[in-house]
């Protein structure tokens, strides 16, 4: 009785400080004894098995804060030290924003299970401020504000015995969306991102000073208790941002480090990049030099020595896999054999070492990046909605043979042999039953819902980010519609010079006129990014009903994702029609509506008028929303929608954007829906279907990712 009543006195403890920690940082001091309580009473009753049974070894916290902390991760020619205590770094990646929230504790304490010793995170500042001025830490009305309490991430890791390397940015690549730059940078038509560009500097400025009052008492050395940083990254990969060996801009760098110094960061500093290709070309006096690669570790390390000698060598992103894009109909990854060949030649040189990733997660909504390719047709390749990353845990958390590895080959690598807790178990599966289609709204039903104080009026057509729209931020991320009316008659001709971005339809009078794109050579025709000057013909595809009388013609763009890694050239990435004019048989078109569809989770939640979808006119393509239900008893499962007999489209449950499937070219024929999205009984799920809807959705237990192609990414 006396030991459930501790139990419950600590356990209300605890929850007390996790919920004051938002508040105040006093209270995190005052109840910092109740949580390490916590912690060791968790680690007693769930410790490894292999340590069972034999006298408990301290907890990373334990161990390296005994008699205070002193100083906190500090680099030496020997390897690093922690609290003045030898210290080598096994982290992994982990992007709170990848995971629902309900799960972090689940994929930190399998981190920790492996006898990884910190969590690595980037921090998406377009998730973090998406509009100007209005910041977003987890209390916001965002579609994604429920991922974004960096706070309890960080707390959480606190809890489970790791340490928190935090990557801020601001530009963080990581196959997320502009490389988690706020596309309102963009309405600024002299924007230079990631350069000494002052209007540029000072947004990136106040974000710092907003994430800075976050995290500051949260620092290792914090004189408010130990907390679990004790490193930060100044920007990302800076020496590929550039133009071959031409001089980077270093004041912009300096500048960022000496601002987040201001800031009062003061844990260890560091840049991280391949300098075996790019040098020292991103590096800045007094920070330390990282590397990031997936094999060749001994040409890395050795120029990592020649460039900043008698120094620790680190690994900031060891890539366990690799990640995918739309239209390869294959998934890359690395060879668990040679995972295993790279990791060995990293601990041979008694080198840190981070994954990237541990655990990718998901591209939830619209957040996927993109990548440059100007050797694939229209040197665009947009990532997909999977971030598995072939990771040693898999998208669901799952344990794969990587993890084993990792387990294997570190343990007599640590430092020190610190208590670990016993492994979580794998979250369940479940195919439910299939559900049929039960109601739709057409493409006009869908627009006539969109508020009209939303739809711009222009002369010409418009770029997403110009949009007068979100209180004068533009319009982010979905689908814009160009709207006119002209007569229209088969065999015109449209022309949109430039290019389009990223991906067209055309409709008239509601019906779609172009085909489905289904194969590379379709992304030659109009329609994709791939064409310059794209020229499409009506009635080519489906014959015109003409009529004398101008018709409502619709050309619907959808924003496939920013490309997040590039030259400078690059990172100008602007959406929707808007590098040239449209033209119907040569004659300029004006006096444009221009009619944002972003799909918000509010507006898609609130949609009114469906129709009956057994009525509906059977082979008539999309685009167009389709709704069913899904019942779900206790318990509640992890699934997979299976969209193997759709087109393209998107997926929302319960309102919340799932992300996008493109069936017809994968390698992705299934997205993942983590149990938390559902709740017991109706949960309903709506498809924006842009060809060709099914009558069905299907669920399975198991992902469908496309045939792995491992190859080594250079």
Known sequence: MRRCLFDVYVRLNVTLA?????????????????????????FK??????QQGKELPPTLYEHYTLGGVTSGLVPTSNGFLLNGKPFRI????????????????????????????AVETYVAWNLHEPQKNVFDFGKGNNDMSNFLDLKLFIQTAYEEDLFVILRPGPYICSEWDFGGLPSWLL????????????????????????????????????????????????????????????????????????????????????????????????????????????SGATQEFKMLQELQPNMPLMVTEFWSGWFDHWTQDFRKGLKLKDFETSLMEILSFDASVSFYMFHGGTNFGFMNGANVRKEYPGGYLPDITSYDYDAPLSEAGDYTDKYEAIVRLINSALAVHTRLPQRPAEMPKKAYDSIAIDSYLSFTDMLDQVPK???????????????????LNGQSYGFVVYRNHVVVKNASTLLVRGHIRDFAQVLVNGQLQTPPVKSLNDLEAFGSWCPRDAMFQFGSWRPLDEDPHPSVIDIVVENMGRVNFGEPHDFIQKKGLWEGHVSLDSIRLSDWKIIPLEFKSDWVRNLKNWNPFSKRSAGQPGPLLVRASLIVPEPISDTFIDMSSWGKGVVFVNGFNLGRYWSYMGPQKTLYLPAPLLKRGENTIVIYEQFSPSTKVKFTDKPILGEPRAESVS
């Open 45 to 50: 009753m769930e410790i490894d098995t292999a």
């Open 18 to 42: 996790k919920y004051l920690w938002r508040f105040s940082v006093v209270q995190f001091r005052v109840l910092s004894w109740a949580v390490s309580v916590h912690k060791k009473e968790a």
């Open 453 to 471: 104080d939303l739809i711009t009026s222009s002369d010409k057509t418009l770029s997403m980010e110009e949009l007068p729209v979100n209180n």
């Open 187 to 294: 309405r600024d038509p002299t924007m230079h991102v990631r350069t000494s560009y002052g209007p540029y500097v000072d947004r990136v400025e106040k974000y710092l000073e907003k994430l800075s009052n976050l995290v500051n008492h949260m620092q290792f050395t914090s004189s408010y208790g130990r907390g679990p940083i004790i490193a930060f990254q100044v920007e990302n990969e800076y020496g590929s941002f550039g133009y071959q060996d031409h001089p980077r801009d270093k004041a912009y760098l300096q500048h960022l480090s000496d601002k987040m110094k201001s800031l009062g960061l003061k844990e260890l500093f560091f840049t991280s990049d391949s300098p075996a290709r790019y040098l020292d070309w991103g590096s800045i006096p007094g920070v330390l030099q990282t590397a990031n690669f997936q």
């Open 90 to 117: 096994f982290s992994g990646a982990i992007h709170y924003f990848r995971v629902h929230p309900a799960y972090w504790k689940d994929r930190l304490r399998k981190l920790r299970a492996a006898g990884i010793t």
